[in-house]
């Protein structure tokens, strides 16, 4: 096809582009940063998904694998297992390890017989294989460590610790484990020893809080979803927890999904925010281009033919700068699993993802759209006088409305993707209000803005009147400053003050009136000889204890549980075994919101009270029947009550609490809290913890100020991750900044040649400058620090559950940062007009 063929727009199009492209880097820049997030975190989404189902058999550890929690399978399940494939044992609890010089901690032991692994291998610092490093005899064992347990405890391969009645030596440190995601998120290190030993620990008691994992290797010709089945009609109380290859770590799947979406969103709003300055280069390309469209017109092109050209034009820039963005993206897994694969905590398979690369497409070329066709509508529909009028009086002329339609149209658009591609669609929908509400209120802030220096008194100072002046001259860059940098001022200021917050409440606030101390594994018989001893050794603080059980739901309201659909802040729930308890009045922390409390010597059918929020969530009201399995029986009790709990208390809180006569009889274990009034220093706490353990070994405690730790840990692991991934929008909202600021420089250099002419100094002249820079930059950022506060106050109180504290460091920290970037922008082309010379320039006045 030669381009005489090619239709006139194009034609016209590809003729403008043989000049270049300048103008339109911030363009390219913004559309190229929000398709890379939208692109990347769809394939690097893809490349987890891809790794956690071709290595499900490693991860899960086997093929299938039953779970049961405070027994072990029966002989009559242990039969029915053998018989479907190659079976492995695993066991699972917590205990406390004890050196010779009385340093105590808490460890997460691993039982496992010698199949482990069925895939997989374990890895260990000295590079022997690990069923022959663990094993012994008797009360003298060995056993391997995570490298965490050596550094917490100052030993080396070979000490011993002490563990319930064990003496174990630690011959070696763990360094890898196949199937650790399936263990989820510990307390404590790891500590892994045969299945023989454990037994020999003294720690396995009725009603001990351990998990037992049964894993089978399958025969090629079997599936798991045939065993599954099976095992589900053959045992239908077992209350097994199952898990396949095919879905190894749901939670783990969950929150990628989660992930994703934050992420996706994130790309939005650096699109969004991008928007802007793809607005900006249009409106400077038409400013640039208005004698090519007065010429045009005035030779008899017609405004569609006008505006097709510089549409099609724009659009083939959106293209090239969209291509960028995807090849960016496309190639983030890629360098994730080759350059960063031994720091990454989960596998990771890269692959090219088709689909999400065409939705970041998508997503680019409907972004480009919508903030082009204002701009170019606007040329469309001024005559040939005013376009050259323009340049001296900007006409504020609005479109016709059917192509106010048209752009309505690619918005809309952006709104249906993002809500239909959503794994939460309510946060969805949430997110599209606020992004909208934020342009909008953005705008009304600028406007305000422009009118307040309109009507300002006439300043006296020179260089403050002529700052004064430009914020709301014709053409004055100060919508588009204030919208870009308000919007990643808010995001920079929420993200700081909810991440401020939460290190805040977890190691300030909550401390003061928090537990010190969390007793689980206490033997019901041995309790009030455990809580005299703690009356004893701890006067001053108070000691709370229930017992409990744990129990898995498997109907809600005559449904089975894979029926029943939650929503997402509900549906952890359901996800597997959960602690549950009877008493008979009501808990501390909790009220009766409906429904009334069972009296103390009721003796009729089950009852159960359920936290208010969680029986919404399952569609439970007073009345209703729910069914959980606990030991491997059925248990059918009506809702008696629902409660509002403090879970930010941090005391003995249950979502399920039973009216005592449900577990008459069964074999329980109790947990207890203890708190000192008022706190108590290290050295008391830990001094408490090394005589509990001491005198009770086969009581595991945890120890909340450790616990606390963790959690801060992964919060700023998670904080960190979050941070990195808004930086993209915080970067578009830098560009376009700049991309306004340097579209008025054409203005400003006219202001100071005639400045200069009248005799104005260099110094004068950037003063006013830096003025105007300093008040937009300052209006904009006390915006930001509210609307981020607002936005940081609403996600940490309604959704955290936790009470919002204003730190006012970080704020005004971000504030002061976003008006020293608005002064650096604005001089670092001020300074260039300054040095020009008057002459050259008046010449073309």
């Avoid at 589900?232 to 783990?252: C, K, Y």
């Avoid at 409660?643 to 009216?659: A, D, M, P, T």
């Avoid at 904080?719 to 991309?739: D, F, K, P, T």
């Amino acid at each position: 096809m030669t381009s005489s063929t090619l239709p006139l727009p194009l034609r016209y199009a590809l003729r403008e582009l043989r000049a270049g492209i300048g103008g339109f880097g911030i363009f390219l820049a913004c559309l190229a940063l929000g398709v890379m997030a939208i692109a990347g975190v769809n394939a690097i989404s893809s490349a987890l998904t891809d790794g956690l189902r071709t290595q499900g058999r490693v991860i899960n550890g086997g093929d299938i694998e039953f779970s049961l929690i405070g027994r072990e399978a029966d002989p009559q399940e242990l039969a029915f297992l053998r018989d479907q494939g190659r079976l492995s044992v695993i066991a699972g609890t917590r205990a406390m390890a004890r050196t010779a010089d009385g340093q105590t901690t808490l460890v997460e032991i691993k039982a496992v017989d010698g199949l482990y692994p069925l895939f997989g291998s374990a890895a260990l610092a000295g590079g022997k294989p690990l069923s022959g490093t663990i094993g012994g005899e008797g009360t003298q064992v060995r056993a391997v460590a995570d490298p965490t347990l050596f550094v917490r405890l100052g030993l080396q391969p070979g000490a011993t610790v002490t563990l319930g009645a064990l003496t174990v030596t630690l011959a070696d440190r763990l360094t890898g484990e196949p199937d650790k995601l399936a263990g989820g998120i510990g307390l404590g290190p790891r500590l892994t020893m045969t299945l023989d030993a454990f037994r020999a620990s003294g720690l396995i008691q009725p009603g001990s809080l351990i998990r037992w994992r049964y894993r089978l290797e399958l025969p090629p010709d079997v599936t798991p979803a045939m065993v599954s089945a099976k095992a589900l009609a053959a045992f239908p109380q077992a209350g097994w927890e199952i898990h396949t290859r095919d879905d190894a770590s749901p939670e783990l799947r969950r929150g990628i999904d989660r992930f994703t979406m934050f992420i996706t969103l994130v790309g939005l709003t650096a699109l969004l925010v991008g928007g802007v300055g793809v607005a900006n280069a249009v409106r400077a390309f038409v400013e640039r281009q208005r004698n090519s469209i007065a010429t045009l017109k005035t030779l008899g092109a017609g405004s569609n033919l006008v505006t097709s050209i510089y549409l099609t034009q724009t659009m083939l820039l959106a293209v090239f700068g969209i291509i960028i963005g995807l090849a960016l993206g496309a190639a983030l897994p890629f360098i994730l699993a080759y350059g960063f694969a031994d720091y990454l905590p989960l596998p990771i398979t890269p692959v090219i993802n088709p689909a999400g690369l065409a939705l970041a497409a998508t997503y680019g070329m409907l972004t480009a759209l919508a903030f082009s066709l204002l701009p170019l509508g606007r040329a469309r529909e001024i005559g040939v006088s005013a376009l050259f009028r323009d340049a001296i009086a900007p006409s504020r002329r609005w479109p016709e409305p059917m192509f106010l339609l048209l752009a309505a149209l690619p918005v809309l658009a952006l709104v249906a993707l993002a809500v239909v591609f959503a794994t939460d669609r309510k946060v969805a929908l949430v997110y599209v209000g606020a992004a909208l509400g934020a342009f909008i209120l953005l705008r009304v802030v600028a406007s305000l803005l422009m009118a307040l220096a309109r009507r300002l008194p006439r300043a006296h100072n020179t260089p403050l009147r002529l700052a004064i002046t430009n914020i709301h001259r014709p053409g004055a860059a100060t919508p588009s400053v204030v919208l870009s940098l308000g919007l990643g001022l808010c995001l920079l200021v929420a993200l700081t003050l909810i991440d401020a917050n939460i290190r805040h409440q977890l190691s300030a606030a909550i401390p003061d009136k928090a537990p010190s101390f969390f007793f689980v594994d206490i033997r019901h018989t041995d309790a009030p000889r455990f809580e005299a001893f703690l009356e004893k050794a701890a006067p001053e603080a108070s000691i709370e204890r229930v017992p409990m059980l744990r129990g898995r739901i498997v109907s809600v309201n005559g449904a089975p549980v894979e029926q029943v659909k939650p929503p997402p802040d509900v549906a952890w729930v359901l996800s597997g075994d959960r602690g549950v308890t009877f008493a008979d009045k009501i808990p501390e922390g909790s009220r009766v919101v409906d429904g009334q409390w069972w009296n103390p010597d009721y003796t009729g059918p089950p009852l159960v009270s359920l936290e208010q929020d969680i029986a919404r969530g399952l569609g439970l009201k007073v009345g209703d029947p729910l069914v959980v399995n606990v030991l491997g029986r059925n248990i059918t009790a009506m809702v008696g009550a629902l409660r509002k709990l403090e879970w930010q208390s941090f005391g003995i809180n249950f979502v399920l609490v039973y009216s005592p006569n449900t577990f008459k009889g069964a074999p329980v274990t109790d947990i207890a809290t203890l708190t000192y009034p008022h706190g108590a220093s290290d050295a008391t706490e830990l001094a408490l913890l090394k005589r509990v353990a001491d005198a009770f070994p086969a009581i595991t405690t945890v120890r909340i100020k450790d616990a606390l730790q963790s959690l801060a840990e992964l919060a700023g692991q998670l904080a960190m991750a979050i941070r990195v991934a808004a930086s993209i929008a915080l970067i578009a909202s830098i560009l376009v900044l700049a991309g306004a600021l340097a579209a008025g420089q054409n203005s400003r250099l006219y202001d100071a040649v005639i400045l200069k002419v009248l005799g104005a100094t260099r110094g004068k002249i950037l003063f006013a400058f830096v003025l105007e820079y300093g008040l937009l930059g300052l209006a904009t950022a006390i915006f930001g620090v509210i609307a981020g506060t607002a936005c940081a106050w609403l996600i940490v109180t309604y959704l955290m559950n936790f009470t919002f504290t204003f730190l006012p460091v970080p704020a005004l920290t971000a504030a002061f940062g976003a008006l020293a970037l608005t002064i650096l922008f604005g001089l670092a082309g001020t300074w260039r007009i300054l040095r020009q010379k008057p002459a050259a320039h008046l010449k073309s006045l």
